[in-house]
T-cell receptor, first 113, second 113 residues
């Protein structure tokens, strides 16, 4: 059974904290993605990585950074959390190519207070 | 970049009736159009997809149609059942070059028993 695992289901952090969201996949996928999901806005791409140590900005990268030191792990970093980063964060992975199935984790609901 | 619009944002249908969700896209280079279903508390999961060389695809009660000239595609669910209640997302991407999936804003489908 293929799996994308996000380290936390729920997180509460304070404004200004540095926050790490971790994602691990066991399918040996080259591509990994971080999306943000907000009501009425759908899924918006923050960053994606198509190989170890490679990353590309998505549509809303401001305030975020990422790290991919190993193929199976993709981390999203909020350098200084702000209340407007309160959201559901979804990690996904896929094989190379724009027409391959993306497998999603169950999401991390982050609240910044 | 690609822009995907999705309508309606909410849809309620009687059990057994059909449901239709519509999406339009802006980039004529897009050639892959998947649909994802997100159940409560879970990440999105691929339910059906269509490529630009095909006008229609069916999988049991689910079908997707594509009109490349008009740049729109639709999801059709027939004989709806309570387990069809979920949020549905359309998306668009290119097979090669730009591997980012651009998602619509989502449709919350409720099946009324």
């Amino acid at each position: 059974d293929v799996k994308v695992t996000q380290s936390s289901r729920y997180l509460v952090k304070r404004t200004g904290e540095k926050v790490f969201l971790e994602c691990v996949q066991d399918m040996d996928h080259e591509n990994m993605f971080w999306y943000r999901q907000d009501p009425g806005l759908g899924l918006r791409l923050i960053y994606f990585s198509y190989d170890v140590k490679m990353k590309e900005k998505g549509d809303i990268p401001e305030g975020y950074s990422v790290s991919r030191e190993k193929k199976e792990r993709f981390s999203l970093i909020l350098e200084s959390a702000s209340t407007n980063q309160t959201s559901m964060y979804l990690c996904a992975s896929s094989l190379p190519g724009g027409d391959t199935e993306a497998f999603f984790g169950q999401g991390t609901r982050l609240t910044v207070v | 970049g690609e822009n995907v619009e999705q309508h309606p944002s909410t849809l309620s249908v009687q059990e057994g009736d059909s449901a239709v969700i519509k999406c339009t896209y802006s980039d004529s280079a897009s050639n892959y159009f998947p649909w994802y279903k997100q159940e409560l508390g879970k990440g999105p999961q691929l339910i059906i997809d269509i490529r630009s060389n095909v006008g229609e695809k069916k999988d049991q009660r689910i079908a997707v149609t594509l009109n490349k000239t008009a740049k729109h595609f639709s999801l059709h669910i027939t004989e709806t059942q309570p387990e069809d209640s979920a949020v549905y997302f359309c998306a668009a991407s290119m097979s090669f070059g730009n591997e980012k999936l651009t998602f619509g804003t989502g449709t919350r489908l409720t099946i009324i028993p």
